[in-house]
């Protein structure tokens, strides 16, 4: 009985101990924000503490800093203080929050030791970011690949890339406003290493050209240019070792305008539109009969549903980002670098290799036929009966077969079977009048009439 009195008197003073605290009007013993002591101030004096560092944050600026850059960013222009709502909820709620039990402990250790509270700060993430942007579009520039120039024939240096970290700085620019007035920093950059150095092409010893192929296009459309030549730099310097496999997706990459492509014609659907990387299909099939013509093993290719201008029919190799790749593989004993280059209108593309190539490599074509158009009729009101007008002049599609002659010393050794394609013609559009002629009759009244 005794027992049960101690204990039912210890829970009732346990129960008073918490109603008091939880109607203590000020912040608890222990809490220290941004190093000061506000344990019992009330809720006015912190409000009145954070109004003083408001004013404060709001004069702070920092320099930034990297090579020629030096900018001075100030609080204002990224519309950075303090949040006061936040602040003073963590500092308030601390020994307010959760079971009973862990409001006791946390009013335990703020007596014992100490809890600390960072400011919480808000800030314009747009400005932020708009800040980012600029520093970035000076900073960043790709890796360039060691070349050998396909017209003079010398090495052409490698080139570091560099690339602002934009995950690393944004947390960088908060804690610097943080920590003192005039605070700099350096902008963090990584450095991206090139594929191919100058030193991997001089050990391979790749001088010997295997084989090489040219198209042309209209330089005047800038657009589809700009596309060939990027996708021309993203393929230009790649070394293919032995057994491995060339992907053309993977090494020019996303078809996006962040990664520098613009907007030109493509192919789709049989239909000629508007499409981000329009014309890098033609480095792509340029590439395509270059590694024909090196006698190299091919593992993906697909041809366009239309014939192209630029390469014959059945040596064309259409690409779509994660649908369909142009693939091949370095099926020689020695590794082999890729060249592509653009000059004027020209799209040069050569594959070199330590030796020389020793077979002699044709294409061939056989069962060629073509597929007449189709003849597609539509009414026209304007016209009358038995009157007929060509709206377009249909092209007539192919079917063919491509093959892979190789010869040595005069001899044949292998003849394979490359693809069987199918290209799409245009149809014959005629117009075919229903309009309903006067007749004869109609027209003597009407001259009677008259």
């Not at 090579?67 to 609080?75: E, R």
């Not at 592509?340 to 036929?369: R, S, W």
Request: net charge negative.
């Amino acid at each position: 009985m005794k027992k049960t009195w101690l204990g039912m008197t210890a829970l009732g003073i346990l129960v008073v101990v918490i109603i008091l605290f939880s109607w203590y009007p000020k912040v608890y013993k222990g809490v220290i924000l941004e190093g000061v002591d506000i344990g019992g101030y009330s809720r006015d004096e912190v409000v009145q503490l954070l109004s003083s560092w408001q004013s404060q944050y709001h004069a702070k600026s920092i320099v930034v800093q990297y090579g020629d850059i030096t900018s001075k960013v100030d609080a204002e222009m990224i519309e950075l203080g303090i949040d006061a709502d936040a602040t003073l909820d963590q500092v308030w709620n601390y020994g307010r929050r959760g079971s009973w039990w862990e409001r006791m402990q946390n009013i335990r250790i703020g007596w014992e030791k100490s809890y600390p509270v960072l400011l919480a700060i808000k800030y314009n993430e747009s400005k932020l970011e708009g800040l980012i942007e600029q520093w970035r579009s000076t900073i960043d520039r790709p890796p360039r690949n060691a070349v050998i120039n396909l017209w003079t024939g010398t090495i052409v240096p490698h080139e570091l890339g560099y690339s602002l970290d934009r995950e690393a700085l944004r947390p960088m620019i908060l804690d610097a406003f943080k920590t003192s007035n005039r605070a700099e920093i350096t902008l963090p950059v990584k450095i991206i290493q090139p594929k191919v150095t100058m030193e991997d092409i001089t050990n391979a010893g790749m001088k010997e050209f295997l084989s090489s192929y040219t198209t042309t296009f209209n330089s005047g459309d800038m657009n589809r240019t700009d596309n060939i030549k990027l996708a021309a730099l993203n393929t230009n310097g790649t070394i293919i070792y032995p057994g491995k496999i060339f992907s053309f997706n993977e090494i020019v990459g996303p078809r996006e305008k962040e990664y520098g492509f613009k907007e030109a014609l493509e192919i789709v659907d049989g239909e000629f539109v508007p499409g981000i990387g329009g014309g890098i299909c033609q480095v792509s099939s340029t590439l395509y009969n270059a590694v024909l013509l090196a006698n190299l093993k091919i593992i993906e290719r697909s041809n366009h549903s239309k014939p192209l201008s630029y390469v014959p029919l059945g040596r064309d190799a259409t690409v779509a980002y994660g649908a369909l790749d142009f693939q091949f593989m370095n099926n020689t004993q020695e590794p082999i670098l890729i060249l592509a280059e653009v000059e004027d209108n020209k799209l040069v593309v050569g594959i070199l290799g330590p030796h020389p190539l020793t077979e002699k490599v044709e294409i061939q074509h056989e069962n060629q036929k073509a597929i007449p158009p189709t003849i597609v009729k539509k009414d026209d009101d304007d016209l009358y009966l038995g009157e007929t007008l060509v709206e377009q002049e249909g092209r007539p599609g192919y079917a063919l077969t491509t093959l892979r002659v190789v010869w040595s010393r005069g001899r044949q050794i292998s003849k394979e079977v490359l693809s069987k394609d199918i290209y799409m013609g245009e149809d014959t559009i005629v117009k075919v009048g229903k309009k309903i002629p006067p007749t004869a009759d109609a027209t003597d009244k009407k001259q009677k009439t008259k």
